[in-house]
């Protein structure tokens, strides 16, 4: 079955360049601790000790390290497009979980920055077409557009500009 593209072609539109905040970083790469949480976290790139992520069981517990405390990662849901995004409860420490979506574990924070950049020329072209607009509002988020990450072409959701969050959908649901 063909892919219905509703998406504006690049040329008829002008884009206006993405910024990310001093804190960007540090909340999606590495979590920032809330409380009895954490918020962000959605790459575990720089974690350390945990398994092939691709290929681990789902809704079992797996260990690792990131910035020097424990987290658990219990993986929900895989994107069956993508190999690596998924959905999982993450414990950073001995705090409470946390259910996040990942980038693949693969992509590196220039490589998280570059499918970033792409949702978000690709939101400002399409942002008055009802599906997108129909994800934004779904999704408590300021934007979202799509970026195509190991061939296939995937909702990213993000707030602001400069961007503070941002996060793919798993199977095109943001949770």
């Avoid at 360049?17 to 590495?30: D, G, L, R, V």
């Avoid at 601790?33 to 797996?62: E, K, R």
Wanted: hydrophobic share 45%.
């Amino acid at each position: 079955m063909p892919r219905l593209d509703v998406r504006v072609p690049a040329l008829r539109a002008r884009t206006v360049a993405i910024a990310y905040t001093p804190t960007c970083f540090n909340h999606m790469m590495h979590g920032t601790i809330a409380g009895g949480t954490h918020t962000g976290l959605h790459s575990l790139n720089l974690a350390a000790a945990l398994p092939n992520l691709t290929l681990a069981a789902l809704n079992v517990a797996h260990a690792g390290t990131l910035n020097g405390s424990n987290i658990t990662v219990t993986i929900r849901e895989r994107d069956l497009r993508v190999a690596g995004i998924i959905v999982a409860d993450v414990t950073i420490g001995a705090r409470n979980p946390k259910r996040s979506c990942f980038f693949p574990d693969n992509l590196n924070w220039a490589g998280v920055q570059a499918v970033i950049d792409e949702a978000y020329r690709d939101y400002q072209l399409n942002a008055n077409n009802n599906i997108y607009q129909s994800k934004r509002s779904g999704a408590g988020i300021t934007w979202a557009g799509m970026a195509r990450i190991a061939g296939q072409d995937i909702w990213l959701a993000a707030r602001g500009n400069p961007v503070d969050t941002a996060f793919p959908a798993v199977n095109n649901k943001f949770f």
